[in-house]
């Protein structure tokens, strides 16, 4: 009796310790910029939910750290959930990664955070870095209030979007592709000629550049320079050249 009572209070407490999903964010290019919490984590846990398993190979190889990857992207999340869910439910703990920064910003994984947090799932952060967050902290833009765009719509919308952000008070991030970056600078000069802006290439890695100046000045700029990478374009307020006027 005593031997059951104390295999029942240890399936329990293994129960309480395992049944977590973990958030952890990883590195936006350089490797080293991952939390010492984010390796103990990665390497306690039952498994790993990761956008697409090459990328976060590299990762784990890295830091030798050898999990079950569950596979979880944009088209595969709703049919993903229930599968980890019930993998989390019956005990196990799951981290849940992205490519490349804090899963869930411009990435998948907001579906599953909310889906487990219904069915009674403890969500625990492992926090880190963000692209956004990076570029906006080097902008030298005003930091107090900001509105994070993420990417523009494409297509439709896209007009409609840009006209209100011309008449955005906040400082604005939006993160932009190889393939329409030029595209991006091209419009900024059209709908907000006058703004200060801050474009951020290649953070963390080899080939980091940050340029700084109006649209124009950039869509100048960028004639002579390799346009390849990922990008983060930071707007100053549609107020703030007047009010606190830099030289460019
Ligand atoms: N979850 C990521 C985060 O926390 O920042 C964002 C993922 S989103 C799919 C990818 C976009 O983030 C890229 O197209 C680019 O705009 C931005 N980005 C990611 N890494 C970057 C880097 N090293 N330098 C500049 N921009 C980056």
């Known amino acids: 009796m005593r031997l059951q009572l104390g295999a029942v209070i240890i399936l329990k407490f293994t129960i309480k310790l395992n049944n977590k999903l973990y958030i952890i964010s990883t590195p936006i290019g350089n490797l080293k910029d991952i939390t010492l919490r984010a390796i103990e984590t990665l390497k306690e846990v039952d498994f790993v939910a990761c956008e697409d398993t090459r990328v976060s190979m590299v990762l784990l190889k890295h830091y030798e750290i050898n999990k079950e990857l569950i596979s979880l992207n944009a088209a595969n999340e709703n049919s993903k959930i229930e599968f980890i869910l019930n993998k989390i439910n019956s005990g196990r703990s799951c981290a849940l990664i992205s490519d490349a920064g804090t899963p869930g910003i411009s990435d998948p994984g907001v579906r599953l955070i909310s889906s487990a947090i219904k069915s009674g799932v403890e969500i625990i952060p492992i926090p880190g870095v963000t692209a956004a967050i990076t570029a906006l902290t080097i902008s030298g833009l005003p930091t107090d209030s900001f509105l994070y765009e993420g990417f523009l719509p494409q297509k439709k919308g896209r007009q409609k979007k840009l006209i209100s952000l011309a008449e955005e008070e ?75 006027k830099i030289s460019l």
Not at 227 to 240: H, Q, T
């Open 170 to 244: 906040r400082t604005i991030i939006i993160y932009e592709s190889t393939y329409r970056i030029e595209k991006l600078i091209k419009e900024l000069s059209e709908y907000m000629p006058n703004r200060f802006m801050v474009v951020c290439r290649e953070l963390t890695k080899k080939f980091e550049e940050v340029w700084r100046g109006t649209p124009l000045q950039l869509e100048n700029l960028i004639k002579e320079k390799t346009i390849k990478g990922e990008f983060v374009v930071v707007i100053s307020p549609k107020s703030w050249i007047e009010k606190d």
